[in-house]
């Protein structure tokens, strides 16, 4: 019996220690990728940075265009739980509001806390895109997702029956208005807080959408 216990509490510290070894790697190459850019940046470099061999960084993510992906969607996701945005209790819980204002104000506040987490790394994939076949992969996946979202957002916003335009208005503002270009000159640029940001975000949508 106790062998058996102790055989379960291995392979349970196995899998943590597996887990926090993904975390300091994917932490680590975001940092490198940000600071340094995605084209100048090795796999030996974040192997380095992480405190781990090269040839762990390869077996846990195989070449730097998979992990790339991986820092992405960890980046806007907020961890590495294979669970869409939009499938999250956060998002769930903003599309749950009937009142479509009080809806779009509780969805700016949400979604700016992923700009913050993303914005850095978009404006790095922004500038490697026409060097690095990769970078431009994943930046065409983010727009192409981003698309779908605003869909997404737009068709719960028409079911409400309070949308003072059309349902393809209301998707193609959103999507214009989700890429974080507008965070990053208020906030990063301007100074302005997270709070203040959200706040008038909210009211661009509501005035945009509603008859207020």
Known sequence: MSEIVKRQYDS???Q???RETRQRIIQAAHALFVNQGF????IADVARAAGVAVETVYAAF??????L???WYVSFRGDEDDIPLWDRPEIRAVIAEPDLARR???QAVVLTTVFRRITPLLLMLQGAATSQPAAAAMLAEFDERRLDAAAKYARAAAATGQLAVT???CRDVLWATLDGAQWHRLVAERGWSDERFAAWLGKLWISAFLRV
């Open 12 to 14: 349970t510290r196995r």
């Open 16 to 18: 943590e220690q597996a």
């Open 39 to 42: 084209g100048r940046t090795t």
């Open 62 to 67: 195989r070449n730097k265009h998979t992990l």
């Open 69 to 71: 992906r991986q820092v």
């Open 104 to 106: 779009f104000e509780a």
């Open 167 to 169: 349902e393809d208005e």
